[in-house]
C-alpha cells in the first residue's frame, strides 16, 4: 500500500525553467509533509517543508504549495539550474505515535540542462 | 560538526550469513531511525529510537532484522540470514528527537548491501 506516491519517474527541464514535482497521499493523518533531494552515493539532504496547517511555503527558489483536499502536493524550482539535477523525494509524517516516522515517495529524477 | 556517518559503505554477503551495519548518529541527537531503499523504490521506514524510550519496530520486514542502540548513540542494524531481497542501500538518520513539532532527519551516506 503506497501511501505516498510520486507518479513521474523523471523530469526534464531547460536551466532557467521552472522545475514542478509533484506528489500525492493517501493517508489523511499525514499533518507534515517535506521534500528531500538526494545525489549519487549520498543520503537524502532536507530541503522544504509544510505543515498542513498552510499551503504554501516558500524558501529562496523552492515552493510548496499543498492541497489537502486533493491530497497533493508539489515543489516548484524556479529558475532551475543544473546544480538541482537530482533524485527528489516527498515524504510525510502523521505525527501523534507515529511521530518521526516519515513515509517516503518512490522520488523522481531531476535534470536540469544547461 | 561531523553528520551522519555508516559502515561500511558497501558489504557484499552470500545468502543465508548474518550481516551487522553501523550507524554514528549526529552528537547530540536523541532519535535515530533505518530506512532502506531497494531499487526503484522510495526510503521504507524500519525502526525508530527515542532517547531511552522503547523502539518502533513496527518497519521491520522479518524477525531476521533487529536493531539496538547501545549507551543513546550508535546503532548497529543486524540482518540474520540474508536473503537476495535484502539487497538495497540502509539509511540511518538522526534528529534532535523529542516531542512536539518535527524535527529535521539528517541522513547518512548509507550501506549498500548486496546478497549474492
Known amino acids: 500500500d503506497q501511501q505516498v506516491k510520486q507518479n513521474s519517474p523523471s523530469l526534464s527541464v531547460q536551466e532557467g525553467r521552472i522545475s514542478i514535482l509533484n506528489c500525492d497521499y493517501t493517508?489523511?493523518?499525514?499533518?507534515?509533509f517535506l521534500w528531500y533531494k538526494k545525489y549519487p552515493a549520498e543520503g537524502p539532504t532536507f530541503l522544504i517543508s509544510?505543515?498542513?496547517?498552510?499551503d504554501k511555503n516558500e524558501d529562496g527558489r523552492f515552493t510548496v504549495f499543498l492541497n489537502k483536499s486533493a491530497k497533493h502536493l508539489s515543489l516548484h524550482i524556479v529558475p532551475s539550474q543544473p546544480g538541482d539535477s537530482a533524485v527528489y523525494f516527498c515524504?510525510?509524517?502523521?505525527?501523534?505515535?507515529?511521530?518521526?516516522?516519515?513515509?517516503f515517495g518512490q522520488g523522481t529524477i531531476l535534470t536540469v540542462h544547461p | 560538526g561531523a553528520g551522519v556517518s555508516q559502515s561500511p559503505s558497501n558489504k557484499v554477503t552470500e545468502k543465508g550469513k548474518d550481516v551487522e551495519l553501523r550507524c554514528d548518529p549526529i552528537?547530540?541527537?536523541?532519535?535515530l531511525y533505518w530506512y532502506r531503499q531497494s531499487l526503484g523504490q522510495g526510503l521504507e521506514f524500519l525502526i525508530y529510537?527515542?532517547?531511552?524510550?522503547?523502539?518502533?519496530k513496527s518497519g521491520l520486514p522479518s524477525d531476521r532484522f533487529s536493531a539496538e542502540r547501545t549507551g543513546g548513540s550508535v546503532s548497529t542494524l543486524t540482518i540474520q540470514r540474508t536473503q537476495q531481497e535484502d539487497s538495497a542501500v540502509y539509511l540511518c538518520?538522526?534528529?534532535?528527537?523529542?516531542?512536539?513539532?518535527?524535527?529535521?532527519?539528517?541522513f547518512g551516506p548509507g550501506t549498500r548491501l548486496t546478497v549474492l
Open positions: 538518520a538522526s534528529s534532535l528527537g523529542g516531542a512536539g513539532l518535527y524535527n529535521e532527519q539528517f
Open positions: 493517508n489523511s493523518m499525514f499533518d507534515y
Open positions: 509544510i505543515s498542513s496547517i498552510k
Open positions: 515524504a510525510a509524517n502523521a505525527g501523534g505515535t507515529s511521530y518521526g516516522k516519515l513515509t
Open positions: 552528537s547530540g541527537h536523541t532519535a
Open positions: 529510537f527515542q532517547g531511552n524510550s522503547a523502539p518502533d
